[in-house]
């Protein structure tokens, strides 16, 4: 029995539009070339990625479109041998893009129809990549640091100057000083962990918010006292109550007070506000102090960046607080955002949405 040629037609030709709708709804590039290594099929994604006019560049040799040795030597390869062959590459766009692209035989039943090339921008990926690869190298670097240290005193210890006590002693707070850095580092990158999985969810409990900002400023009270600074708080009337996290909040203002703290010269002015607009919370701490350089000022909240390395880790810094403030910030539904003239001071704003949950 065999079909009515116009129906195997029509079959064909619905087979081809679902091969086509497919191909077009894809997210990979893809590109398919016949086994004289010219383009029969160039889908929208590949059109898209490159910049490619359709028209143009069907029936043309790879070379012809992408203008990629390492490319047309692959493909080349891959139509000789039937071997598949990846390639990552940033040669094929002009800028920073780079490219993943798989070059595989087609198949047919009665033997190679070609290759397809098919095209992700893993742009994304390897950036993400390179700040995982730094941040385990900051991260070494910066346990190193104190540990050489410690181990550096331990050995003069042992060599001879625990014999004058005076040596000694200096010696041992050097020593618990670097031990109480690796300590504090080691806090917050559990902690920076901890909320950047995302894996605990929020404990939302109603918060008096003037007897929480005093309370909190009381923890800082000696070293306020200290550097002779003034302290304002600065509420207005009808917001008595906020909803977040009560432990997570304290620790992102402990982290902006901190800061404002260290990086204002004595006699400064230190003032936490709250305001309420649209819905939208705003938690700020502003001070008179050092202030933040423009070109740094959009990488502050990356972590262990700090304007001025050893400046920071003098003051007992790990570079990860303003990280941390960031991730509470986002962990709310909210945002953060700098503000600083050099000289002048900085503010740092969470805003988040006005939350509710139990009281
Ligand atoms: N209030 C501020 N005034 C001036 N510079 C600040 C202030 N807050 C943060 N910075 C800058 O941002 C950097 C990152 O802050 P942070 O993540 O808290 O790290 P750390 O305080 O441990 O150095 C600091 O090293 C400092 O250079
Ligand atoms: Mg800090």
Redesign the pocket.
């Known amino acids: 029995m065999s079909e009515r040629p116009e129906k195997k037609i029509l079959d064909m030709a619905h087979e081809r539009d679902k091969l086509a709708a497919v191909l077009s709804s894809m997210a990979e590039g893809v590109l398919a070339l016949d086994t004289d290594g010219k383009t029969f099929l160039v889908n929208s994604a590949a059109c898209n990625m490159f910049g490619i006019n359709r028209e143009r560049a069907l029936n043309k040799h790879v070379r012809e479109v992408f203008n990629n040795d390492q490319l047309d030597t692959l493909v080349k390869e891959t139509l000789k041998s039937g071997d598949a062959h990846t390639l990552e590459t940033p040669d094929l766009l002009p800028g920073e893009t780079v490219f993943r692209l798989h070059i595989t035989p087609i198949k047919g039943s009665k033997g190679s129809l070609g290759v397809a090339i098919t095209a992700r921008d893993i742009t994304e990926l390897k950036r993400l990549e390179k700040i995982r690869v730094e941040f385990v190298a900051n991260v070494s670097h910066e346990l190193k640091t104190p540990l050489a240290s410690i181990k550096g005193f331990v050995e003069t210890l042992k060599d001879g100057a625990l014999e004058e006590p005076d040596t000694a002693r200096r010696f041992l707070s050097i020593i618990e000083r670097h031990a109480n850095r690796l300590n504090n580092l080691i806090s917050d990158l559990l902690s920076l962990s901890k909320i950047e999985s995302g894996q605990i969810p929020l404990e939302l409990k109603k918060i008096r918010l003037l007897p929480f900002i005093n309370k909190l400023i009381g923890t800082f009270d000696d070293r306020i006292r200290e550097k002779e600074h003034t302290i304002t708080v600065d509420i207005p009337k009808g917001l008595t109550y906020i909803y977040a996290d009560k432990a997570l909040l304290d620790q992102a203002l402990a982290?902006l007070l901190d800061?404002?703290i260290?990086?204002t010269p004595p006699h400064g002015k230190i003032t936490i506000s709250a305001s309420e607009e649209d819905g939208q919370i705003g938690l700020a701490v502003s001070?008179t102090?050092?202030?933040?350089p423009e070109a740094d000022l959009a990488r502050?909240f990356e972590r262990f960046?700090?304007?001025?390395k050893a400046r920071?880790r003098e003051m007992g810094?790990?570079?990860?607080?303003?990280?941390i403030v960031k991730h509470i910030a986002l962990a709310h539904g909210g945002t953060i955002l700098a503000d600083?003239k050099p000289g002048l001071g900085?503010t740092f704003t969470i805003t988040f949405p006005r939350l509710h949950g139990e009281a």
Request: aromatic share 8%.
């Open positions: 982290n800061n404002a260290k990086y001070d102090g050092i202030g933040i502050v960046y700090r304007v001025d920071s810094g790990t570079g990860l607080g303003l990280a600083s900085s």
